[in-house]
């Protein structure tokens, strides 16, 4: 219990390591240190430790989390921490201001996540990356229950904390997620960030009218094979190459009209076939 730091793969690939619990002063935890160890299948994390460091439990069966007083005083989790691992359901602490790259992607039992209202404020790389059955995330209050908003399963409601999805870079890539609510305060839509989520049948915006969205990047919601209509919100002056390409139900992407949107540029970000591009 006089520990308060492990080393970088302290324990990587040990196959018969059982371990559950962390002990209260060990204030920090090397990268990838219980990588790969297959025993582990749950942790209970201190007050003392406030980051989960990259690749810390990548590759263990971890199916439960406990972060005691709820999380308050973890600040970060690294990329790939919780990648591979055997959770279905996941909530981030509140504290947490963004979700590291690839931190729970690869898992293949993963159906739910829950973040804060007033949580993370952007996501990653390959956050949530090919965990196949991913289709659900929904926002909590102060008090940890489920907010009156999110009343649809098999929906991704982001946080109304949520600004920037620049770098979330095939954040949800091959996931089962039906719906997706954007939030008004949200500016950027990664690359790829729905690429390949065949499943999703609507993108809609908390109120499109209200919407501080700016860019959306290339191949953004490529391979949305349900989607049948979009609007673009007012604000937005950038829509990336392939934006909607193989979208085959897509029928028409309305234009915002306060802006020259030339015929080439609808052409390259819509890219699916001579289907409608509205203005209104």
């Known amino acids: 219990d006089n520990v308060t730091a492990i080393g970088d793969y302290a324990f990587r690939d040990d196959t018969v390591l059982e371990i559950s619990s962390l002990h209260e002063g060990l204030v920090s935890i090397g990268t990838g240190v219980f990588q790969n160890c297959e025993a582990i299948t749950s942790m209970n994390i201190p007050t003392t430790i406030t980051s989960i460091s990259k690749n810390a439990f990548d590759g263990t069966n971890m199916s439960s989390i406990n972060f005691a007083n709820n999380g308050s005083y973890i600040t970060s989790i690294a990329d790939y921490a919780f990648r591979n691992t055997q959770f279905v359901e996941f909530t981030f602490p509140k504290s947490i201001s963004e979700i590291g790259s690839y931190v729970l992607a690869d898992s293949d039992l993963l159906e739910r996540v829950y973040m804060y209202e007033d949580g993370p404020f952007k996501i990653n790389e390959g956050a949530f990356a090919d965990s196949e059955k991913f289709h659900s995330l929904k926002t909590l209050n102060d008090n940890g229950e489920v907010t009156s908003r999110c009343s649809d399963d098999d929906t991704l409601y982001l946080p109304e904390s949520m600004v ?13 997620i039906k719906h997706v609510i954007f939030p008004n305060s949200l500016k950027s839509i990664g690359t790829g960030m729905f690429n390949n989520c065949a499943e999703i049948e609507e993108f809609s915006f908390v109120d499109v009218n209200k919407s501080v969205l700016r860019t959306i ?31 085959h139900e ?22 699916y076939g001579n289907r409608s591009k509205e203005r209104r």
């Not at 920037?164 to 089962?176: G, L, P, W």
């Not at 802006?259 to 052409?267: M, P």
């Open 217 to 247: 990047e290339d191949k953004a919601f490529m391979g949305c094979d349900k989607i049948t209509e979009f609007y673009i919100p007012d604000l937005v002056y950038s829509v990336g190459v392939s934006a909607f390409a193989s979208c």
């Open 164 to 176: 920037r999805c620049d770098s979330a870079d095939y954040a949800f890539r091959n996931t089962k």
């Open 250 to 271: 897509l029928l028409t992407v309305h234009f915002p009209d306060n802006r020259l949107w030339t015929a080439e540029q609808t052409k390259v970000a819509t890219d």
